[in-house]
């Protein structure tokens, strides 16, 4: 079945650097991504939107120039926290719909751990 | 706009006992209903999902969820669980003409030997 990989699983990095983490779409093609952000103990939060081509939408409250979002390919999209601190560690999902674009068949990746010193 | 209410944070339940776990949602258009499981440190893995048609849905590892409308719930059930089954679950919604998730706080179920 279609999968979504991440990478990296986890990062540990220093306070100040920039940190990105890429999704992909196994055998299978993705115009739009989601990114979400999960605290410990805490549900998924969506952050942005993805968009093959064009400019990720971001939810209210997500700094867009903290967190950028590119979708350069139809199988790839990559997250990178600029000048990432401590209250950016978090677990990071995205997810990509299948089945031709349709919502209720998402699949989400496992997610990247990232710890910021 | 839509919102998901898993009403137990945390619930324990000892080996081979049936368990539920609550989710009701408000939405003032039609949705979808999900249930996700998530195991520690890792991505989220879908156990059932409500689209249309029988509103009792059965998923994987035994699990299944029935959609109430007029209670605007969707509770998921297994009659038997198993150590493997100790993880988070999630409720989430999505209006069928949306492209947007919105999960509840989850719930952690904790099967005790």
């Known amino acids: 079945g279609a999968v979504v990989s991440q990478h990296p699983s986890r990062v540990i990095c220093k306070s100040g650097t920039s940190v990105k983490i890429e999704c992909r779409s196994l055998d299978f093609q993705a115009t739009t991504m989601f990114w979400y952000r999960q605290f410990p103990k805490q549900s998924l939060m969506l952050m942005a939107t993805s968009n093959e081509g064009s400019k990720a939408t971001y939810e209210q409250g997500v700094e867009k120039d903290k967190f950028l979002i590119n979708h350069a390919s139809l199988t790839l999209s990559t997250l990178t926290v600029t000048s990432a601190h401590p209250e950016d560690s978090s677990f990071y999902i995205c997810?990509?719909?299948?089945?031709?674009?349709?919502?209720?068949?998402?699949?989400f990746g496992p997610g990247t751990r990232l710890l910021v010193l | 706009a839509q919102s998901v209410t898993q009403l137990d944070s945390q619930v324990p339940v000892f080996e081979e006992a049936p368990v539920e776990l609550r989710c009701n949602y408000s939405s003032s258009v039609s949705v979808y209903l999900f249930w996700y499981v998530q195991y520690p440190n890792q991505g989220l893995q879908l156990l059932l999902k409500y689209l249309s048609g029988s509103t009792l849905v059965k998923g994987i590892n035994g699990f299944e969820a029935e959609f109430n409308k007029s209670q605007t719930s969707f509770h998921l059930r297994k009659p038997s669980v198993h150590i493997s089954d100790t993880a988070e679950y999630f409720c989430a919604v999505i209006r069928n003409t949306g492209n947007q998730f919105y999960f509840g706080t989850g719930t952690s179920l904790t099967v005790i030997p």
């Open positions: 997810s990509a719909p299948g089945l031709a674009g349709r919502m209720e068949t998402q699949y």
